[in-house]
C-alpha cells in the first residue's frame, strides 16, 4: 500500500472545499445585507460595520437601521438554525447508518406536530406553541428510547420499532 506525501492533491482536497464553502457563505452574507427591498450597496454596508467599531466617522441612520435590525439578525438565525439542523441530521445518519433516514423514524415529527397542536387548541401564545411542539417531539422520543430499552436485545432494531411505536 502506498503512502502518499502530506501535500498531495487528495489530503489538499478537503481543506480546497472548506475554504470553497466558507468563501460561499460569507459572500451570501454579504449578498443578503445588500439585497432586498431597501438595496445597499456594499460600502454602505461595510459603512455601518466600521461606524460600530469607530472605525469611520460616516454615520449612515438609515443603512444602520436596515442592516442592524432588520437583517443582520434574521441571517444570524438562518445561519444558526441551518448549522442546527445540519448537526441533527448528521446525528441522525450516524446513529442509523443510513444516508437516507428521516426524522419520522423515532416519532419526533408526529410528537412534535402533536405538541404544537395541542398547544394552539389550548390558546398559547407563539413561544408556548414552540415549546409544546420541543416537549411534544422530546417526549415521543423518550418513548421510543423507552420501549427500546425496555425490550430484550435493545439494538438499532429496537430502536427503531420503538421509533415507529412513538409515532403512531
Do not use: E, K, W
Amino acid at each position: 500500500m502506498a503512502v502518499l506525501p502530506r501535500g498531495s492533491v487528495i489530503s489538499a482536497r478537503p481543506a480546497l472545499i472548506r475554504s470553497l464553502a466558507l468563501a460561499c457563505v460569507i459572500l451570501s452574507v454579504v449578498c443578503a445585507l445588500c439585497l432586498g427591498r431597501y438595496p445597499l450597496s456594499p460600502l454602505r454596508v461595510m459603512g455601518v460595520f466600521g461606524s460600530l467599531l469607530h472605525l469611520s466617522s460616516a454615520n449612515d441612520p438609515v443603512a444602520q437601521v436596515v442592516v442592524m435590525q432588520a437583517r443582520l439578525p434574521r441571517i444570524l438565525a438562518a445561519l444558526l438554525v441551518g448549522s442546527a439542523l445540519s448537526c441533527g441530521g448528521a446525528t441522525y445518519q450516524a446513529v442509523f447508518r443510513n444516508p437516507l433516514v428521516s426524522p419520522d423514524l423515532l416519532g419526533v415529527l408526529s410528537g412534535a406536530a402533536f405538541g404544537a397542536a395541542l398547544s394552539i387548541v389550548s390558546g398559547g401564545s407563539a413561544v408556548v406553541v414552540q415549546m409544546g411542539a420541543f416537549g411534544g417531539g422530546l417526549l415521543a422520543v423518550g418513548t421510543g428510547l423507552l420501549i427500546s430499552r425496555t425490550l430484550p436485545g435493545g439494538g438499532i432494531l429496537t430502536l427503531l420499532l420503538g421509533g415507529l411505536i412513538g409515532n403512531a
